[in-house]
T-cell receptor, first 116, second 115 residues
Framework: AQKITQTQPGMFVQEKEAVTLDCTYDTSDPSYGLFWYKQPSSGEMIFLIYQGSYDQQNATEGRYSLNFQKARKSANLVISASQLGDSAMYFCAMREDSGNTGKLIFGQGTTLQVKP | DSGVTQTPKHLITATGQRVTLRCSPRSGDLSVYWYQQSLDQGLQFLIQYYNGEERAKGNILERFSAQQFPDLHSELNLSSLELGDSALYFC??????????????FGEGSWLTVV
């Protein structure tokens, strides 16, 4: 069954340092997409980065990169040079393509706090 | 700004009442999704519409219904509301059903409080 697991309920990082948020997934579908979203305390869900299962290279978007290890079924988010504004909840999500829908399955989220 | 517009942003209503949440997708997006975020259930997929037709159904209660109109905006109707329906309701949109590289953008959400 499709599943997303985020094992870190909460994390702290010092400002300007890098941090890795873990995400593992389970699917039998050979074609899928992996997403990371940021949810600040104000509530909106902000798209950060996307990785397709057939993408050869790890996705990067500015300070965000996705460490995609297909064999291990992990899709960790790396935030470089953390900023105070990065403090938020982060969700990993997966879309399976075989069902021909775009629905996402979300993990439970990781709360990140950036310390000054 | 994701380009997905949701109204209202906040709503307080009594048990047993009915409310309608509205969503305007990003320009050009044909797919609309509804999600519910609650403390105990996390983020749950409710329903997806593609170009006016229901495409996928998730954990949506029978008391809830949705539709997508010809202009592609969507409405989520919640009726006979219970305290447990209090949640943040998100609308999201994407260009197609699921094509590779298809990014899904979320609106700011509608906070529903049932008292």
């Amino acid at each position: 069954a499709q599943k997303i697991t985020q094992t870190q309920p909460g994390m702290f990082v010092q400002e300007k340092e890098a941090v890795t948020l873990d995400c593992t997934y389970d699917t039998s579908d050979p074609s899928y997409g992996l997403f990371w979203y940021k949810q600040p305390s104000s509530g909106e869900m902000i798209f950060l980065i996307y990785q397709g299962s057939y993408d050869q290279q790890n996705a990067t978007e500015g300070r965000y990169s996705l460490n995609f290890q297909k064999a291990r079924k992990s899709a960790n988010l790396v935030i470089s040079a953390s900023q105070l504004g990065d403090s938020a909840m982060y969700f990993c999500a997966m879309r399976e393509d075989s069902g021909n829908t775009g629905k996402l399955i979300f993990g439970q989220g990781t709360t990140l706090q950036v310390k000054p | 700004d994701s380009g997905v517009t949701q109204t209202p942003k906040h709503l307080i209503t009594a048990t047993g009442q009915r409310v309608t949440l509205r969503c305007s997708p990003r320009s050009g997006d044909l797919s609309v999704y509804w999600y519910q975020q609650s403390l105990d259930q996390g983020l749950q997929f409710l329903i997806q519409y593609y170009n006016g037709e229901e495409r996928a159904k998730g954990n949506i209660l029978e008391r809830f219904s949705a539709q997508q109109f010809p202009d592609l905006h969507s409405e989520l109707n919640l009726s006979s509301l219970e305290l447990g329906d209090s949640a943040l309701y998100f609308c999201a949109s994407s260009v197609e059903i699921h094509s590779t590289g298809n990014t899904i953008y979320f609106g700011e959400g509608s906070w529903l409080t049932v008292v």
